[in-house]
């Protein structure tokens, strides 16, 4: 099993004390020499739906201590995550991903079950995994490696039906 690292120092920092981009992008060197990114950053919140829209309103809390798998396309898991419990908690990071497909993998804690996916503004936090499973698929091109400082896959956990 290959393992791919957390960043999860650096994420934090980025959420609490800045912006993503500059964390998430070393400077260029001094050589004048353009830096090109080779792998990506994949992550999101996990977060209690207490109205079951699909989307984090505000008072709706983050959830710590939640387990998220990273898959390949063949399903083997090639990391795991779990939730933060302080500064940003909800949130889970797979730093150092290299081009591919992959699934988001959401263990619900028990006694929770999955949101529908949510229908919210942009720039809102919206679950987008599949409700029957717990699952989202990211296909991370080169491109979006490049351009994107983070791909977001979020999941809204509502208590289990009795």
Not at 10 to 18: D, N, T
Not at 119 to 131: H, L, N, R, Y
Request: hydrophobic share 45%; glycine share 14%; aromatic share 6%.
């Amino acid at each position: 099993m290959r393992y791919i690292s957390v960043l999860t120092a650096v994420i934090v920092s980025a959420f609490v004390f800045g912006s993503m981009a500059g964390a998430a992008v070393p400077a260029e060197p001094e050589s004048g020499a353009v830096y090109e990114r080779t792998v990506g950053t994949i992550g999101g919140t996990v977060f209690l739906d207490a109205n079951a829209d699909g989307v984090q309103d505000p008072g709706e809390r983050g959830l710590s201590g939640v387990a998220v798998h990273l898959l390949d396309d063949s399903g083997e898991q090639v990391a795991t995550a779990e939730t933060f419990a302080h500064a940003c908690e909800g949130l889970y990071i797979f730093g150092g991903v290299p081009p591919g497909n992959y699934t988001v993998e959401v263990v619900p804690p028990e006694g929770y079950g999955f949101t529908v996916p949510g229908m919210g503004a942009p720039g809102e936090t919206v679950s987008t995994v599949d409700a029957a499973n717990g699952t989202a698929t990211v296909d991370l091109t080169e491109e979006m490696v490049q351009t994107m400082d983070l791909v977001v896959r979020d999941a809204g956990l509502v208590p289990a039906a009795a």
